[in-house]
């Protein structure tokens, strides 16, 4: 099998998301893995000066059509939450501290945490909240909360965060195949060519 | 034949030259004629606080392998000019100055000016090199000279782009079919369903 195919995606993101429901059909049809890096577009967009799209003069208001119908076009259930932008430290944590343990795992709960937000309208930066989530996949609540505020936890994340900045994350989705790197659900062309030729 | 595809976009703007390369065929295929708005991304950017993407950190570094690869992509030729971005104010009012005159020669003249900037280097943001592309598709060297400088062409470009920005126009290519606005040429699918099936 060659190199797993390295996904960044914030909990907040709607596009990470959408990216989310994609990723491991296409990885598979091209015998990949898919390694899940989540991070924290606030301290990225700290570095990059950049803003969350939705508040954003003129934008805000494309983005908040263009989920919506990108939702649609990919076919997948979609509903923007009424909490948004969201910190998204909790869920993060969570999977960052399960995928130590059982990588699988932590997807499963990964795609929950996701479905609970853009679809359940949970607001998971609640440490409470996105345990729940949690445990519905069979995660012992005690266990997530004390990982959720334990230092070597917080400093994973953080660490996740400066490499993946290291390596030119800036949003998300970000999907790095064999060094490449392509921003946004709306690269999966460019990536599925990528994965069935290789570099052109 | 249905309304006319409104397509705006910024001379300086990679996108936006794949996406001239790209807007006339999908919208034969639909039976649509296209609107051909050249816009300031520069004046649209002080309202929307954003930057050239190239100028921001992680994102420009990024922008400039995707410029390339999504022109591959696309099988459309490219090359990254030496002096990026420029502002655009000539070769937009010469475009503004024919289309009032006849709307199919000024697309012409728009796309000679597209590919002399992407493809041959050519400075266009300065009026003589600008004029110099105009002239080989037919154009009075004079005549272009003096509507570059004419008080009503300049109005007449300060008007569009206002116009633009009140459609929610705030980057390049922008695209308004029947009302919905489709941003970036990685949005030509979406942009092509709703051309085919009406909105989805």
Same mark, same amino acid.
């Given at each position: 099998?060659?190199?797993?195919?390295?996904?960044?995606?914030?909990?907040? &993101?709607?596009?990470?998301?959408? +990216?989310?429901?994609?990723?491991?059909? =296409?990885?598979?049809?091209?015998?990949?893995?898919?390694?899940?890096?989540?991070?924290?577009?606030?301290?990225?967009?700290? @570095?990059?000066?950049?803003?969350?799209?939705? @508040?954003?003069? =003129?934008?805000?208001?494309? &983005?908040?059509?263009?989920?919506?119908? &990108?939702?649609?076009?990919?076919?997948?259930?979609?509903?923007?939450?009424?909490?948004?932008?969201?910190?998204?430290?909790?869920?993060?944590?969570?999977?960052?501290? =399960?995928?130590?343990?059982?990588?699988?795992? *932590?997807?499963?709960?990964?795609?929950?945490?996701?479905?609970?937000?853009?679809?359940?309208?949970?607001?998971?930066?609640?440490?409470? #909240?996105?345990? +729940?989530?949690?445990?519905? @996949?069979?995660?012992?609540?005690?266990?997530?909360?004390? *990982?959720?505020?334990?230092?070597?936890?917080?400093? #994973? =994340?953080?660490? @996740?965060?400066?490499? *993946?900045?290291?390596?030119?994350?800036?949003?998300?989705?970000?999907?790095?195949?064999?060094?490449?790197?392509?921003?946004?659900?709306?690269?999966?062309?460019?990536?599925?060519?990528?994965?069935?030729?290789?570099?052109?």
């Amino acid at each position: 099998m060659s190199a797993a195919i390295d996904f960044y995606f914030d909990f907040s &993101s709607p596009y990470g998301f959408l +990216a989310a429901q994609k990723i491991e059909a =296409l990885a598979r049809k091209y015998g990949r893995a898919v390694d899940w890096h989540p991070v924290l577009l606030g301290v990225i967009f700290k @570095e990059t000066a950049m803003a969350p799209l939705t @508040e954003i003069p =003129l934008k805000g208001d494309y &983005s908040r059509r263009d989920f919506a119908r &990108s939702a649609r076009f990919h076919g997948i259930d979609f509903r923007m939450p009424s909490k948004f932008p969201i910190p998204s430290q909790a869920p993060a944590r969570i999977v960052l501290w =399960l995928k130590g343990r059982d990588p699988a795992f *932590a997807v499963r709960v990964a795609k929950a945490l996701y479905r609970a937000y853009f679809l359940g309208d949970v607001d998971i930066s609640d440490p409470e #909240q996105a345990i +729940a989530v949690a445990v519905k @996949e069979g995660v012992n609540a005690n266990e997530a909360r004390t *990982a959720i505020a334990e230092p070597a936890v917080k400093e #994973q =994340l953080k660490r @996740e965060v400066e490499q *993946a900045m290291a390596r030119g994350v800036f949003g998300s989705p970000y999907i790095i195949v064999d060094g490449e790197p392509f921003w946004g659900v709306d690269r999966f062309e460019q990536i599925e060519r990528w994965l069935a030729t290789g570099p052109f």
